[in-house]
């Protein structure tokens, strides 16, 4: 059986028969448009092209689109399949850096806890070979995850199993698992954080305990899963590795005079910098023996609030008080300054764009600063953008294009980078009242923008380059966020009154409520599965309840954890691979798996 026939989920199952003919009538959908092939002596000029040019044609069109396209004829249905196009478009949706994350869940798996990742959706062993055939294949990744999104989205319900149950403290963001999905930390006082295991079996075990001498300030995974950072007020940073064995070793620890409040690994996982109270950061690099040193102190002024790398690790971008500050890495491995962004006000955040060539900085003084990379690798300032009121946030969209800002006056602004590196403003999009967030889509094409006065607006680029607004959804009493679904396909509502709503996109452009659920009291917690298809919501009222798209397009409530004696849930998280974690109210974190619900199967 070749998986691609059954990629329902994208607009229905592909042809069976391989050898169907031209001449026979077929019809289907692309581009939301009736396609109908007539009985003719001479084949359509599409199928007289060669297979890779009508390959490169059909990258145009959405996954859906060619789903629906493959059923107008047996040919085209032949160079989907043989190009694995479906699935190469339904990767697509994802943001370049989504796509890398994704493609970290299957990396660390070996072939038989794949294979049982795939049988807790499907009892089709056909399928399952279909797919571990395919293994050393480059496209391997996008298949694997493509399949799995159809399986689970055909569950109409979930069997869920208690997995683990551990001892927690606290409702902070040190709770995650690992991008892989196979670890979890899980703080269990102020001072001390634990690292479990997910065994062969499903089941977890304690890897190792982290302990400081003061609370701990920070947890973070390492992008490849294989390196933790922790730091404290004890004055340190801690780093461990993953051995081949499966156990955790501390590496290396990174002492500070003061406070240390954060510490974040560069995008390859090569270096760690840490920012202190005292005015340093410090970075370390790992050597090919494993371990760790120091590479660099950069000495600042004043406490060193956040240090972080861009994408392509070659920069890094300290903010001190009312300045932020870039350093370049040179080929002996030192770092230099290369820019100074002084503000007169305190500098609330920094970020780089995707791109590694643009850093914007927003400060208390109500100014927005844009620098950029010249080509001699200098860096210089391009745009100086002044509020009359607070600014609350400024992001580069995904492609690096486009950047977004949001003011307590009432305005989301999105600017355009021209060609001579500076930025123009494209688009003043107004609210009633301040606009606390201004988000892009993960494809870049949208701004979704929310405001106090209880509107949420979406905006689109056209063709052309103009923006123009697609929907402003109203009578959201007080809502309290809103975001973007990976895929960039749906908005997930927080919506007050104990509600999340789910909007998509319809056929013509527009938005639509598809769903709304709600809660018996406050939601307090809310996550996105990696492929979008799948909500999760934890309340005061003791559940947390798990909703999902059909293959039909529509949402679901799929299944509901409860907690013991209807404690809290105040914290919920998704795995990479179809896991739940619950933080409770009772102090206690639990693992719940999501499998098919076979009673529903049978």
């Known amino acids: 059986m070749h998986f691609i026939k059954s990629l329902s989920c994208f607009g229905g199952s592909l042809s069976s028969t391989a050898d169907q003919s031209r001449s026979e009538r077929r019809s289907g959908t692309a581009m939301h448009r009736n396609v109908f092939i007539h009985k003719r002596k001479k084949p359509s000029p599409l199928l007289r092209l060669p297979e890779e040019l009508q390959s490169k044609i059909f990258t145009y069109l959405q996954a859906h689109d060619i789903a629906k396209l493959a059923q107008v004829n047996s040919h085209i249905n032949n160079t989907i399949k043989k190009g694995d196009l479906i699935a190469k478009a339904w990767c697509r949706r994802f943001a370049l850096s989504y796509q890398t994350l994704l493609k970290t869940t299957l990396t660390s798996k070996d072939k038989n806890q794949l294979e049982g990742w795939l049988r807790r959706f499907t009892k089709n062993e056909a399928l399952i070979k279909s797919i571990m055939d395919r293994q050393e294949s480059k496209y391997f990744p996008v298949l694997f995850l493509s399949t799995v999104t159809k399986l689970m989205s055909e569950c109409e319900t979930f069997k869920l199993e208690t997995k683990a149950t551990f001892p927690a403290f606290g409702k902070s963001n040190f709770f995650k698992f690992s991008p892989d999905g196979h670890h ?85 996982d090569c270096y760690v910098v840490t920012a202190s109270i005292d005015g340093k950061a410090k970075i370390y690099g790992k050597q090919d023996d494993g371990s760790w040193v120091e590479k660099a102190i950069i000495s600042h002024d004043d406490c060193v609030n956040s240090a972080i790398f861009s994408a392509d690790g070659l920069y890094m971008m300290a903010i001190e008080h009312r300045r932020a500050i870039i350093y370049g890495k ?74 977004v800002t949001c003011s307590n006056d009432g305005t989301a602004t999105i600017y355009g980078k021209q060609d001579d590196g500076s930025w123009r403003i494209e688009i003043i999009i107004y609210h009633e009242d301040r606009v606390f967030s201004a988000t892009f889509s993960p494809d870049s094409r949208r701004v979704l923008t929310c405001g106090d006065d209880d509107k949420l607006k979406i905006f689109s680029q056209e063709v052309n380059g103009s923006w123009k607004v697609e929907a402003v959804i109203s009578r959201l009493e007080r809502f309290f966020s809103a975001q973007f679904s990976h895929d960039s396909r749906h908005v997930f509502i927080d919506s007050g009154n104990y509600t999340v709503k789910i909007c998509g996109q319809k056929a013509n452009g527009s938005w639509e409520e598809k769903a709304s659920f709600s809660h018996e009291l406050a939601i307090n917690s809310i996550d996105i599965s990696p492929d979008s298809r799948h909500l999760v919501t934890a309340s005061t009222d003791g559940t947390a309840k798990i909703y999902g798209q059909t293959s039909h397009g529509t949402w679901k409530e799929k299944a509901t954890i409860i907690s013991e004696q209807f404690n809290a849930i105040n914290l919920v998280i998704f795995s990479a691979d179809g896991h739940v974690l619950t933080v409770h109210e009772d102090n206690t974190a639990k693992i719940t798996e999501l499998r098919m619900n076979e009673l529903m199967t049978d």
Do not use: C
């Not at 001072?191 to 609370?215: A, C, F, L, N, P």
């Not at 390196?227 to 590795?241: E, L, Q, R």
């Not at 900085?361 to 001699?376: F, Q």
């Open 330 to 403: 040179q080929d002996d491995g030192s770092w230099v300054k290369k820019a100074i962004i002084s503000h007169y006000k305190p500098v609330r955040s920094a970020k780089f764009s995707a791109d590694s060539r643009h850093l914007v900085t927003v400060s208390d003084d109500h100014m927005v600063k844009i620098n950029g990379l010249k080509a001699d690798g200098s860096w210089e300032q391009t745009n100086i953008i002044p509020h009359f009121h607070k600014l609350n946030s400024a992001k580069f969209s995904n492609d690096s294009r486009h950047l």
């Open 184 to 268: 979890v930390i899980i703080p269990i006082d102020k001072e001390t954080v634990k690292i479990y295991g997910k065994k062969d079996g499903g089941s977890w075990e304690e890897k190792i305990t982290i302990s400081h001498d003061d609370w701990v300030r920070s947890v973070t995974f390492s992008a490849n899963s294989r390196h933790v950072v922790t730091t404290s007020d004890d004055k340190t940073a801690k780093i461990y590795d993953l051995s081949t064995d499966g156990s955790w070793v501390e590496k290396a620890t990174i002492s500070h005079v003061k406070s240390v409040f954060k510490g974040t690994f560069s995008p390859d």
